[in-house]
C-alpha cells in the first residue's frame, strides 16, 4: 500500500503556502505534503500588491513580521479621463515581488511541517478512500492551489472562467509617482487600466491590463505595453521582466465542491474582477482550505461553511466589476471617492480585501 499523506497540495505559492499554514494551525500532528513544480525562490507575474488584510490573515496562524523591511505604501492614486482621487488609505499596503512574498511564506510553511517536494502533478484521480497524484502519491484530502491552469480544477471538470489579459514590468519609479499606487483607467467599456505601484526601493511595477471578451483578438505583447505607455507615459522606460499572463475572474456564485478535493485561489478562479486583486483571496481560501482539511472526506462540505461569508463579498466584487464597467458609474465612483474619504476606504476594502458595496457608497453613486 502507497503511503498516503493527510493533506496534499498542488501548488506553494500564496493559496498553497496558506492551505499547509490553515492545516496545520488546526492540527499540527498533520502530514502535509506540498508540491510545486517551480523551485523557490521564483518569479511570478503579479501587481504585487499585498494589503495589510492579508496580514491579519497570516498573523491568524502565527505567521508574523513578514514584510517588515519592505517599505508601507500609504496612498492611492484613481485616474479617469480628467477626473482622480488621491487619498491616504486608512491602512498602509505593501509591494512587495512575489519572487520574495512566495518564498518566505513557503519558508513559514515549511518551518510549521509541511515537506516541500518540486514535483509537476499531472494527473489526479479521486478514489473512494482517497485521492492520487500522478498514480503514485496518495493523500486523504487534495488542494488544488496550483494557479489559472491549474491541473486539478481540470481534473474536476470544472471549465475556463472568464479572464482578463495583464502585463507587467518593473522600471525606476518615475517623479510623481513615489510612495503611492497610481491607477489610471483606460477609455471606454471597462475594467480596464494601467498601474505603477512604488515598491519603495526606486522601483516599480508597472503594467496594463483588461478583460477579455469572447469572440474578440486578445491584445498582442506590443498593444498592451503602448496602453500602459498612453495611459502613463513613461513608464515604461528603462523597464525589465516584461511578463502577460491570464486572470481568472470571480462570479457571481461561488461555491466549492463537497468531497476529498477543494480548490483554493487563481486555480478556483478566485480573482477580483474590479480590481485584479488575487493575493487577499488566494490567502483566505488556501488558510480555510487547510483548515476543512481536518475534515478528511467532508473537507469539501466544512471547506463551503467556512468560505460563506467570503462568498458573500464575491456577489459584491462581482457586482461592483460589472457597474465599474459602465464609464458613468466608475466616473461616480472616482467623484465620490474624491468627496468622501469613508466612500474611499469602502472602495478600497472592497478592491483589495473582503469589503462590500456599503450604503454609503450606493448613496454616493445615486448622488453623483
Same mark, same amino acid.
Given at each position: 500500500m502507497k503511503p498516503v499523506?493527510?493533506?496534499?497540495?498542488?501548488?506553494?505559492?500564496p493559496a498553497g503556502a496558506s492551505a499547509a499554514l490553515g492545516a496545520l494551525a488546526a492540527d499540527p500532528t498533520l502530514s502535509v505534503l506540498l508540491l510545486d513544480r517551480a523551485d523557490?525562490?521564483?518569479?511570478?507575474?503579479?501587481?504585487?500588491?499585498?494589503? !495589510?488584510?492579508?496580514?491579519?490573515?497570516?498573523?491568524?496562524?502565527?505567521?508574523?513580521?513578514?514584510?517588515?523591511?519592505?517599505t508601507p505604501v500609504r496612498r492611492l492614486s484613481l485616474e479617469r479621463d480628467g477626473l482622480a482621487v488621491d487619498r491616504e488609505m486608512q491602512r498602509a499596503t505593501w509591494v512587495v515581488p512575489r519572487e520574495v512574498f512566495d518564498a518566505r511564506l513557503v519558508e513559514a510553511a515549511v518551518a510549521a511541517g509541511a515537506q516541500?517536494?518540486?514535483?509537476?502533478?499531472?494527473?489526479?484521480?479521486?478514489?473512494?478512500?482517497?485521492?492520487?497524484?500522478d498514480s503514485t502519491i496518495a493523500a486523504k484530502v487534495v488542494i488544488g492551489a496550483d494557479g489559472a491552469q491549474s491541473v486539478v480544477r481540470r481534473a474536476l471538470g470544472q471549465g475556463p472562467a472568464p479572464a482578463a489579459l495583464a502585463l507587467r514590468g518593473y522600471a525606476p519609479t518615475r517623479e510623481g509617482r513615489e510612495e503611492r499606487q497610481v491607477i489610471v483607467y483606460g477609455p471606454g467599456r471597462q475594467p480596464s487600466y494601467a498601474w505603477s505601484f512604488d515598491r519603495g526601493d526606486g522601483l516599480s511595477n508597472v503594467g496594463y491590463g483588461e478583460a477579455l471578451h469572447p469572440g474578440r483578438a486578445? !491584445?498582442?505583447r506590443a498593444d498592451l505595453l503602448?496602453?500602459?505607455?498612453?495611459?502613463? !507615459?513613461?513608464?515604461?522606460?528603462?523597464?525589465?521582466?516584461?511578463?502577460?499572463?491570464?486572470?481568472?475572474?470571480?462570479?457571481?456564485?461561488?461555491?466549492?465542491?463537497?468531497?476529498?478535493?477543494?480548490?483554493?485561489?487563481?486555480?478556483?478562479?478566485?480573482?477580483?474582477?474590479?480590481?485584479?486583486?488575487?493575493?487577499?483571496?488566494?490567502?483566505?481560501?488556501?488558510?480555510?482550505?487547510?483548515?476543512a482539511a481536518v475534515a478528511g472526506a467532508e473537507a469539501g462540505t466544512v471547506y463551503r461553511k467556512l468560505v460563506r461569508p467570503l462568498a458573500v463579498h464575491f456577489r459584491h466584487a462581482t457586482l461592483a466589476g460589472r457597474l465599474s464597467g459602465a464609464p458613468r458609474i466608475l466616473d461616480a465612483g472616482i467623484r465620490g471617492a474624491a468627496a468622501d474619504q469613508g466612500v474611499f476606504d469602502?472602495?478600497?476594502?472592497?478592491?483589495?480585501?473582503d469589503g462590500r458595496i456599503t450604503r454609503r457608497v450606493l448613496r454616493s453613486l445615486v448622488r453623483r
Open positions: 499523506w493527510d493533506l496534499a497540495i498542488v501548488g506553494a505559492g523557490f525562490p521564483r518569479d511570478k507575474t503579479c501587481g504585487d500588491g499585498i494589503a !495589510p488584510h492579508v496580514l491579519d490573515l497570516l498573523a491568524s496562524v502565527g505567521v508574523s513580521g513578514l514584510l517588515d523591511d519592505w516541500l517536494v518540486n514535483h509537476r502533478i499531472r494527473s489526479v484521480e479521486v478514489l473512494p478512500d482517497c485521492v492520487l497524484l486578445h !491584445p498582442t503602448e496602453k500602459l505607455e498612453k495611459l502613463l !507615459p513613461d513608464s515604461t522606460r528603462d523597464g525589465t521582466s516584461w511578463k502577460a499572463h491570464h486572470l481568472p475572474l470571480t462570479t457571481w456564485r461561488w461555491q466549492p465542491r463537497r468531497g476529498r478535493v477543494l480548490l483554493a485561489g487563481d486555480a478556483a478562479a478566485l480573482i477580483n474582477p474590479m480590481t485584479g486583486e488575487g493575493i487577499y483571496y488566494a490567502v483566505a481560501t488556501g488558510l480555510h482550505a487547510g483548515r469602502d472602495l478600497v476594502a472592497l478592491g483589495l480585501a
